[in-house]
């Protein structure tokens, strides 16, 4: 496989790393050795295949990682992969704390890579769960009743606008948030908007 190459435009994002510097380069050495073309993408160094997102290396407080875009086809076998959240379908995170791990990981990282990018090629996808297995809050469907405009306006969102609504909706404890979370979207719904458009 030819390696891929270094893109200058992200160096200064590299450059000035405070946190994971050494873990990012040894990822970014590691990622390129399997002949990915670098970008940068929801403002993090993404790695592509004909154009087809495969890894983006991304740092929190606590660790560094390396995402698979469609880590859940990954078969895994050193049980490494982390599914970040329940709601998270596709992605998959392999989690460092320091760059000594990477280093020892490095032939392990590029089986998986590999792995990732024949998923690709082949056109594997991930069989997402559909919108209609989320349960919709009653607070929301009793809007629907409410203003039929709403319904319609909803059911007209792409279905991962309509998944963030009612994850985010849901996710509140009491009915009376939930409720107060409905009333300030209803808006943005007839909209046609997302929850952060």
């Known amino acids: 496989m ?10 200064p994002y590299f450059n ?3 946190q994971w510097k050494e873990e990012f380069e040894l990822l970014r050495d590691i990622v390129l050795d399997c002949g990915l073309t670098e970008d940068f993408k929801w403002m993090h160094p993404c790695y592509t295949f004909d154009n087809k997102n495969i890894v983006l290396i991304h ?5 560094c990682a390396l995402l698979f ?10 049980g490494i992969l982390i599914q970040q959240t329940e709601n998270v379908q596709a992605a998959r995170q392999i989690r460092f ?22 998923a690709e090629k082949a056109g594997l996808q991930v069989n997402y769960k559909k919108n209609t297995e989320y349960i919709i809050p009653e607070e929301l469907e009793n809007k629907f ?6 319904k319609t306006a909803f059911e007209a969102l792409t279905p991962g606008r309509q998944r963030a609504y009612i994850l985010h909706f849901s996710a509140a404890k009491q009915s009376k948030t939930r409720e107060s979370r409905v009333e300030k979207y209803i808006v943005n719904i007839l909209d046609g908007k997302g929850l952060d458009d």
């Open 69 to 78: 875009h469609k880590g859940a086809l990954l078969k895994d076998p050193h």
């Open 145 to 150: 009743v409410e203003i039929p405009d709403l």
């Open 97 to 118: 704390t320091d760059a000594q791990a990477i280093d020892e990981m490095q032939l392990i990282l590029k089986a998986y890579i590999d792995e990732a990018v024949e």
């Open 16 to 18: 000035k790393l405070k």
């Open 2 to 11: 030819i390696k891929g190459e270094r893109n200058p435009k992200i160096d």
């Open 59 to 63: 740092g929190f407080k606590d660790y």
